[in-house]
């Protein structure tokens, strides 16, 4: 048998080929029974729509780019299935590129998805400041919204979670507690969210103790230096590991058991993201969870306004994160503190 046709659809149903079109595609109401009849008539045939043939009509190819810094990052999976998820329910493909956290190689991969000519862009930046110059030129040319981190002011719509508020979160929870003495584990760099995260340490660590600010430790997100940073901050006895990713964190829990240090009893750990690892670690990591699906949506609701009117400032949309407490925190053993 042959390629069903929409005329073929169009037979079977007693419609003509311009309204079985638009039924199809949803280009214009069709009355209910109408519409009924030729959905019928397409599934009973086998029929599949050309997209490519669409496209050249159109001058749309019905697919989104996804830009990520580095899929090993357990929380990118996650999010990029509720991405997947919502721009399928939108009859929007999704064609991913991984640039491994380097900015020459996220302008590669920008410039090669645009001349796939994909209807729009999502981005989550390797870098603030580096990655600007590829990503304001790109949002010159497609509609583009960054997701988890920014890029700079003015430059495309953005989606993320409050990292401020998720890292005071974590601080009240630790004042409460009964610590004092924490130390910050994050990251080198200027993506937004590592110095996000820190800033709001250094703004609000002061409440639990003046010096907490300049005990501060930086690295990468990776479980390897969530390891060596132990080794690097314990000597100054803090009771606290606030880190910048869960990786961080199952790395710093990962170290203090090998080293005999009792958590929650002598050194609390908390981490950011709520990966899945970070309820199967020993003990469950204390962490904040980002709202992922809201993530997804939200970006996917942005991407849609532009690809229909294109007009209106930029948009910038911060969601509220929510503190998880696990095992790795508590109240502090004063015995053997």
Do not use: K
Request: hydrophobic share 45%; net charge neutral; proline share 6%.
């Amino acid at each position: 048998m042959g390629d069903v046709t929409l005329r073929d659809v169009a037979r079977a149903s007693g419609c003509s080929v311009a309204t079985v079109s638009r039924v199809l595609a949803g280009t214009r109401p069709v009355g209910a029974e109408t519409a009924h009849r030729v959905r019928e008539a397409a599934a009973r045939l086998g029929y599949r729509p050309n997209h490519a043939a669409r496209a050249l009509r159109s001058r749309a190819t019905g697919t989104v780019g996804l830009v990520l810094p580095q899929i090993t990052n357990p929380f990118y999976p996650a999010l990029v299935r509720e991405l997947t998820h919502a721009l399928h329910a939108e009859g929007r493909a999704v064609l991913l590129a991984d640039c491994d956290d380097d900015p020459v190689a996220e302008a590669e991969r920008i410039d090669d998805l645009l001349s796939r000519r994909v209807d729009a862009l999502l981005v989550i930046p390797a870098d603030e400041r580096r990655s600007r110059d590829a990503v304001a030129a790109a949002a010159e040319r497609v509609p583009l919204v960054l997701l988890d981190r920014r890029c700079g002011p003015g430059i495309a719509d953005s989606v993320a979670v409050d990292n401020a508020a998720g890292t005071a979160l974590v601080l009240d929870h630790l004042a409460a507690t009964g610590r004092r003495r924490p130390c910050f584990v994050g990251a080198h760099g200027s993506a937004s969210a590592a110095a996000e995260r820190r800033a709001a340490y250094a703004a609000g660590s002061g409440a639990l103790d003046p010096r907490a600010p300049g005990r501060v430790a930086l690295g990468d997100f990776s479980v390897a230096w969530g390891r060596a940073a132990v080794d690097q901050v314990l000597p100054a006895r803090p009771d606290a590991l606030v880190c910048a990713n869960d990786l961080i964190a199952i790395g710093a829990l990962q170290r203090l058991h090998e080293l005999g240090v009792d958590v929650p009893g002598e050194v609390a750990v908390t981490g950011f993201d709520d990966i899945p690892m970070a309820e199967l670690a020993s003990p469950g990591v204390t962490t904040v969870r980002q709202p992922v699906a809201e993530l997804a949506a939200e970006a996917t609701q942005l991407l849609a306004r532009r690809l229909g009117d294109g007009a209106g400032p930029r948009r910038t949309i911060r969601l509220a994160p929510e503190l998880v407490v696990r095992g790795s925190s508590g109240a502090r053993d004063r015995g053997r503190a």
